[in-house]
């Protein structure tokens, strides 16, 4: 009796406790990775034939297109991942960083690009307002001081109670923070010519909101736009899914793609089993790196939801996209690796967004050309462009509408470059709200995730942790810290923390 007590203790002990990550996207790779680094056996189970969920990659005639996220910002929170495994990210892929970092359109004939060097930044600046490169280095000063309270602070906390964010430097710099300031108030204090406010807005964009609506804390998207760098990682950003996914696997992640769970069987506010079509699987704990809105309305049964229909029809979404993935079998000249469309008014575009939702009547739009640095990703002599116009989550997405944008895009890029494009594109494709909800189970077709205001921020937005469901923990852009590749990455980190904490004995 004595002995067979004990070798239930050692069979205990000796067992590997176990995960399953739901989703292969950024969030639910830097999950699998650290809790495989912390001796949990890990299982990732992807809908998508592939990984990488919103930054898969499309290959057709030769073309290669980053299908989703294609701005390579914030390359210290990469560099601190691989880090953690006792890795450079050198070991998996190589990056060159953008010299100019972008071009932005104003019109036909006037664009500015933006220069690596900050010498050369600040002269461009100083060209468009006199007197503004001493206000930038003052921006960028208070901008250093929020990118290093915010990443070292902020978005590594797993955000359940405002009691975290008692923090001796946090709470002497709240005021510096500028956390209930708006961005949009916040650059006007500095600036008054329209194309340097428009510059130093734009990286908003990224957090799913609008200068009036984003607290001006979210400046530090400025000094990572500007002093840090816009990079570019060879072979296209696919490339860093690569590399996360062999690191996984050198860690004994297992993957199994093509694999949607249909449902998460609880008993006594634990999962006892994940649901697949045919036969499902136990573990430990579960990570929904996907859809949480999917995970928590279609995934659980009733009883165990923290969040009502009525939540999640009042959450401020971050906007939808559509997307153009065109293979053109020549040069197109005027184009840079990264060009922005600000020709049109975007506070009209940006409220047919978010407080009159509409198709937009005259867009912004963001091309990526990665093949403008890479000869990896296009035919010799042909070029790889990916159009993207910001539209309203919960649209009406049809075939007229994209022709209709299409026919849009092709006359502005005919108009600014003076060339033909129409007649020279061999590849084709269009991407919008039915194939984000039909690929990654978005909630009304969503882009990004929730937006960045400051209602929806740290504590404010859905939990890391299940309060109903004692094994069930969220990563990704719905949850903290919040949408973009960076982020997603961290809150991955996150998640398998807190699990190794709780689940510690």
Known sequence: MHLSFVCIVLNHKMRKKSAIVIGAGFSGLSAASHLAKEGYAVRVLEKNDIPGGRARKLEEQGFTFDMGPSWYWMPDVFDRFFESFGKKTADFYQLERLDPS????????????????????LEMFESLEPG??????????????KYRVGINKLVYKK?????EFIDPELMTGVFKLHV?????????????????IQMLEFPVLFLGGTPKTTPALY???NYGDIKLGTWY???????????????????????????????????????KQVLLNSHGYTADVVVASADYHHVEQSLLPDGYRQYTDNYWENRVMSPSSLIFYLGINKPVGKLKHHTLFFDEDFSKHADEIYNDPKWPERPSIYLSNTSKTDNSVAPEGMENIMVLIPVAPDLNDNEDVREKYFDYVIEKLENYTGESIRDNIVYKRSYAHRDFANDYNAFKGNAYGLA???????FLKPKLQSKKVKNLFYAGQLTVPGPGVPPAIISGEVAAREIVKQFKN
């Not at 503004?132 to 001081?145: D, Q």
């Not at 955000?159 to 009691?163: F, G, M, R």
């Not at 960045?452 to 740290?458: D, I």
């Open 180 to 196: 209930f300031k708006s961005f949009h108030d916040y650059v006007r204090k500095y600036f008054k010519n329209p194309k340097l």
């Open 159 to 163: 955000s359940a109670s405002p009691l």
């Open 219 to 221: 400046s530090l998207m």
């Open 452 to 458: 960045n205001t400051l209602m929806q921020t740290a």
């Open 102 to 121: 972008y071009r932005i359109v104003w019109g036909k004939n006037d664009h500015t690009d933006l220069p690596a060097d900050f010498n050369s930044f």
């Open 233 to 271: 990682p060879q072979g296209g950003m696919y490339k860093v899914v690569e590399g996360m996914v062999d690191l996984a696997k050198s860690l004994g992640v297992e993957f199994e793609y093509g694999t949607p769970v249909h449902k998460l069987d609880i008993q006594n506010r634990e999962i």
């Open 132 to 145: 503004s490169a001493a206000k930038l280095e003052a921006f960028l000063k208070e901008a250093e001081f």
